[in-house]
């Protein structure tokens, strides 16, 4: 054989052998490269055997292996030869590094794939038997996940022997590779025919419900999800349903919140009438579980609760058994679990409707805006929007307002500015006579949080000025802002001087020109003149977003001449901003 085509193999080798782990990796992720310029023939005789003999190294360069193989399938010739990729995956399947050989079983999926029935039990077949008896937990591990993939492909006189194979797996003394096969066993179950299922698998099933280990037991619930759809309905509920209820009451809290967890895809999977009839009871269980942790994943699954059934029914069972453990949930001893139930309250308002919600939901939101921990107060603020859809502007009015004013003012910013998220909403819904009510001013709240000390809430509230602005116009501005504004430009503390700006900035788009005239360039002019830099630049970029507004007159006498000054400002950012504003004029 010529030198030349000994090159690409002999190359591989000094590198694969290199003591620096980068120039080890990087010959790995070159592999295909090589492959193609070998030749499909050449990949099977040389390269394959060369990588099966180079696996001794570190779980980085391994895992490139194995990710690398996963794309062999076309470079050893097409699937006719598939099989001759699956040594060194083979050898990969074994390595107790869980990141390895979970990569190598995945590569050896897409390569099984690929085989043809003859070749499967010729070839895939014996390694997933060799992986199966080996003394290594790694490789009963990794024979696991290979089940699915050989037992569709290979013929009838071979799964049985593959189920007892698989069956044996489960009951196997290393919680590792039970876990593995209870991970797998719903994935072997959509393969396999019918009186399988019956005879090998839904005994399995319960084997690992009942299986000593906590971190086994929880796959049992995935594996109800796809045997749900695998059995007769009428057999749902003895066969499934029992051992799920039997779930719910596990003494371990882990498994318990699992099934909280997969609760709204166990009634997608089961149904409307077994949602209805017994996974209902299996809920409100849970959210009166003992653990915290399970109580807090079963409080967000109750605005999906039946959501396959008419609003009526919906409302029927949530009114008569859902609420009063709601009620408990949002009085809740942890402040985690107040937290989840708060962010889902309010979605319960469109299945309740307006009365019920009034009735219902009313005090419980009352409760939680004024509930101890910031984080149960800011879900709640969060979703005022969703409650005045369902209760009405009246009800906004005369039964939240007064309850929502202290927020305005509340020791954690973040629920400030959520509640300032929530201002234009309630504008549009009370309208400018409800905004300001004899009850409430939301307006004053408003201006109060122009001094603020933290700035994102004044930046906010400078942007929801200019949103209030366009849906109340002009004169509700000039009455209710501009006042304040101009009080705040004449103030000693830079800070609300320099906030003033920021409003006019964002004002200065929706108010009308005579306004920007008369109102806002007086004290932008004003300021222009500041002492502090960051107040002068804030004034070029107020008049730079007033150039479009302003009177000619106005623009020749005051502004241009002004801007002219300031271009030659002490300070830098001054002049930058002064000349791009002089640009617009």
């Not at 009838?156 to 593959?162: F, G, M």
């Not at 929801?464 to 802002?481: N, Q, R, T």
């Not at 700006?501 to 222009?528: D, F, G, H, Y």
Request: net charge negative; proline share 4%; charged share 25%.
């Amino acid at each position: 054989m010529a030198e030349d085509e000994l090159y690409p193999i002999a190359v591989l080798i000094e590198e694969l052998k290199h003591t620096d782990v980068l120039i080890r990796l990087n010959s790995v992720k070159r592999l295909s490269t090589i492959a193609l310029a070998l030749g499909a023939e050449r990949t099977r005789s040389e390269l394959i055997p060369c990588i099966t003999d180079s696996l001794d190294d570190d779980d980085e360069v391994l895992l490139a292996f194995a990710e690398e193989l996963s794309k062999f399938v076309p470079l050893v010739g097409g699937p006719e030869f598939a099989y001759s990729a699956l040594p060194p995956l083979e050898v990969l399947a074994q390595i107790e590094e869980t990141v390895v050989h979970d990569k190598a079983v995945e590569s050896l999926c897409i390569i099984g794939e690929a085989h043809s029935t003859a070749h499967m039990e010729e070839h895939f077949l014996p390694m997933t038997q060799r992986l199966a008896k080996d003394s290594g937990w790694a490789s009963r591990v990794s024979s696991a996940s290979l089940f699915p993939t050989t037992f569709k492909k290979v013929g009838a006189s071979c799964k049985e022997e593959l189920l007892n194979m698989f069956a044996k797996l489960v009951e196997d003394d290393m919680p590792m590779v039970r876990r593995a096969a209870a991970q797998n066993l719903g994935k072997l179950a959509a393969v396999t025919d019918m009186s399988h299922v019956k005879t090998v698998l839904l005994p399995l099933f319960n084997r690992i419900i009942s299986d000593e280990q906590d971190n086994v037991r929880p796959h049992a619930v995935d594996a109800a999800l796809v045997l749900s759809g695998i059995l007769p309905k009428e057999e749902l509920s003895s066969q499934l349903i029992q051992p799920l209820n039997a779930i719910s009451k596990d003494r371990s809290w882990k498994v318990r919140h699992v099934l909280a967890e997969k609760y709204c895809d166990l009634e997608k999977a089961f149904g409307k009438e077994i949602a209805r009839t017994e996974l209902e009871p299996l809920l409100v269980r849970l959210l009166q579980d003992q653990e915290k942790e399970v109580r807090t994943k079963a409080a967000l699954q109750v605005p999906n609760l039946c959501s396959e059934l008419d609003i009526g029914d919906r409302q029927t069972i949530i009114t008569t058994s859902v609420m009063r453990h709601v009620a408990d949930l949002c009085a809740d001893q942890s402040q985690y679990v107040r937290v989840a139930m708060g962010s889902v309250l309010l979605q319960l308002g469109p299945i309740l409707g307006k009365e019920k919600s009034i009735e219902l939901l009313l005090p419980l939101f009352i409760k939680l805006i004024k509930d101890e921990y910031f984080d149960a107060r800011l879900n709640i603020v969060r979703q005022i929007d969703e409650l005045q859809k369902v209760v009405g502007k009246e009800v906004i009015l005369n039964n939240i307002l007064s309850e929502i004013a202290p927020i305005a003012e509340d020791p954690q910013w973040r629920v400030r500015l959520a509640f300032c998220e929530q201002v234009p909403v309630l504008a549009k819904v009370l309208k400018q006579d409800g905004f300001d009510s004899s009850k409430c001013s939301l307006t004053n709240m408003v201006l109060s949080w122009l001094q603020d000390n933290v700035f994102s809430v004044r930046e906010t509230t400078a942007k929801i000025l200019a949103d209030l602005v366009k849906e109340f116009g002009d004169a509700w501005a000039k009455e209710k802002v501009l006042p304040r504004l101009t009080a705040m430009g004449a103030e000693k503390a830079y800070l609300s001087r320099l906030t003033t700006l920021i409003v006019i900035k964002t004002m200065a788009v929706v108010v009308e020109p005579s306004t920007a005239n008369s109102t806002l360039l007086p004290i932008v002019m004003k300021l222009a003149d500041d002492t502090v830099p960051n107040v002068r630049f804030n004034a070029a970029q107020a008049l730079e977003v007033l150039a479009g507004k302003l009177e000619k007159g106005s623009v020749d006498s005051q502004v241009k001449p002004k801007l002219e000054i300031m271009i030659n400002d002490t300070d830098s950012d001054v002049k930058f901003f002064a000349k791009n504003a002089l640009k617009k004029f």
